[in-house]
């Protein structure tokens, strides 16, 4: 099975850098998301990381290392609008298989 | 980009009663459905899984005959609540991917607030 561990919460003040990290127990590997979520709302796509390493998209960018079996979501320039939950998913491993295993999810709260 | 149109986004029905939500793909075909139940401050859990054509896949714990689910189209999956109870009251989130999308192109649904009184 997948088990995928991340904090529950955490607040940063606006205009700030906060690194949200994620560890999973996989029985293969294909791959990890990153997803934002408001309250009431569906999970937003932010990334998709597959090979080791970090890949920068605008503020957002995503760190893997598959050896640790971990990642990191790095939110830079923070702002009010990024406080939402982010999820970290990785998808089933299974041959023909694409259901997704989401974390608890780690509740971004930033403040003035 | 794709979308998945969800309706209802709010609902809210007498116990015992049943409610269905419907997940449309608008410009893809969706062979594989995804549905998940999000109780408050929790995370999205998977309750089935279903492919055009076939009878879906329920998780474990998960009631086949109180949460049907129809995939008879490629671009219409609906998740019925039967005999709806308080402790059904949940976020609803489809989950598609299909045709053109790659493995792992998931679009997602906006939801359904269900609320049973």
């Known amino acids: 099975g997948q088990n995928i561990d991340q904090p529950t919460e955490m607040t940063a003040t606006e205009g700030a850098i906060v690194q949200i990290n994620c560890t999973y127990q996989t029985s293969g590997f294909n791959g990890l998301f990153w997803y934002q979520q408001h309250a009431g709302e569906a999970p937003t796509f932010l990334s998709y990381n597959v090979l080791d390493g970090l890949e920068e998209k605008g503020r957002f960018s995503s760190f893997l290392s598959r050896s640790k079996g971990y990642s990191y979501l790095l939110l830079k320039e923070l702002q009010m609008k990024d406080s939402a939950s982010y999820l970290c998913a990785v998808p089933d491993s299974g041959a023909g298989s694409y259901q997704l295993t989401f974390g608890k999810g780690t509740k971004l709260s930033v403040i003035p | 980009g794709a979308v998945v149109s969800q309706h209802p986004s709010r609902v809210i029905c007498k116990s015992g009663t049943s409610v269905k939500i419907e997940c449309r793909s608008l410009d893809f075909q969706a062979t594989t459905m995804f549905w998940y139940r999000q109780f408050p401050k929790q995370s999205l859990m998977l309750m089935a899984t279903?492919?055009?054509?076939?009878?879906?896949?329920?998780e474990q714990g998960v009631e086949k005959d109180k949460f049907l689910i129809n995939h008879a189209s490629l671009t219409l999956s609906t998740l019925t609540v039967t005999s709806a109870h308080p402790e059904d009251s949940s976020f609803y989130i489809c989950?598609?991917?299909?045709?053109?999308?790659?493995?792992?192109?998931?679009?997602f649904g906006s939801g359904t607030r269900l609320t049973v009184v």
């Open positions: 989950s598609a991917i299909g045709v053109g999308q790659g493995a792992y192109g998931y679009t």
């Open positions: 279903s492919n055009e054509g076939s009878k879906a896949t329920y």
